[in-house]
């Protein structure tokens, strides 16, 4: 089991790691090394540090629900770092994660918004483009990270496309990985 790809705030997670080598083949593996995942996002002062312990020559880490409670939702990335007796440390690994807003509650839910940012757009600029066929003028919006002043709906109109296809690209992503299988597969049979 590799570092999960996404989570929710709140949860217990837990992977391994199998043994691996360095640049020269040399292995890298439990009990000679240690390895620490050095978890951080776009908030100052927010991260976190994963130690491992051994499991059999590889590696085993946890991070407690009580720490990912306080991750915000969001785009993460971490560095793994091996580490030799405290004198030879390289980066083994690195890539990036998303933190979910967790869907638990205690007392009265408050609002969430569960729509994805690229859903979130997209319904921006429908909303923009509507505007403009009701007889609207669209003064100012804000799609994705841009405020946009004045758009002409030919170009609101070839925005929304871009941003239609990338959505059912998600959708697709999405049904895949909650094992729905992939919409776009198309099954034969023979009647033979």
Do not use: C
Not at 106 to 121: E, F, I, V, W, Y
Not at 151 to 174: S, T
């Amino acid at each position: 089991m590799t570092f999960p790809k996404k989570f929710f705030a709140g949860d217990f997670v837990q992977w391994r790691l199998d043994p691996t080598t360095d640049v020269f083949g040399e292995s890298i593996s439990s009990p000679d090394w240690s390895v620490v995942y050095y978890l951080r996002t776009n908030t100052s002062a927010e991260g976190a540090t994963v130690n491992s312990s051994a499991y059999g020559t590889g590696f085993a880490f946890s991070i407690a629900a009580a720490v990912t409670t306080n991750f915000d939702a969001g785009n993460w990335f971490y560095q793994a770092v091996a580490n030799k007796s405290g004198q030879e440390t390289q980066t083994i690994f690195s890539g990036a994660f998303e933190v979910l807003a967790s869907r638990a509650y205690t007392g009265t839910p408050a609002a969430l918004d569960g729509r994805s940012q690229l859903k979130k757009d997209l319904d921006a600029i429908d909303a923009a483009i509507r505007a403009i066929i009701e007889g609207g003028v669209v003064q100012e919006y804000k799609i994705g990270s841009r405020d946009v002043k004045k758009y002409e709906l030919a170009e609101l109109i070839m925005l929304r496309d871009r941003y239609k296809a990338m959505f059912v690209r998600e959708q697709k992503a999405q049904m895949i990985a909650n094992g729905l299988g992939n919409p776009h597969n198309l099954y034969i049979r023979n009647r033979g």
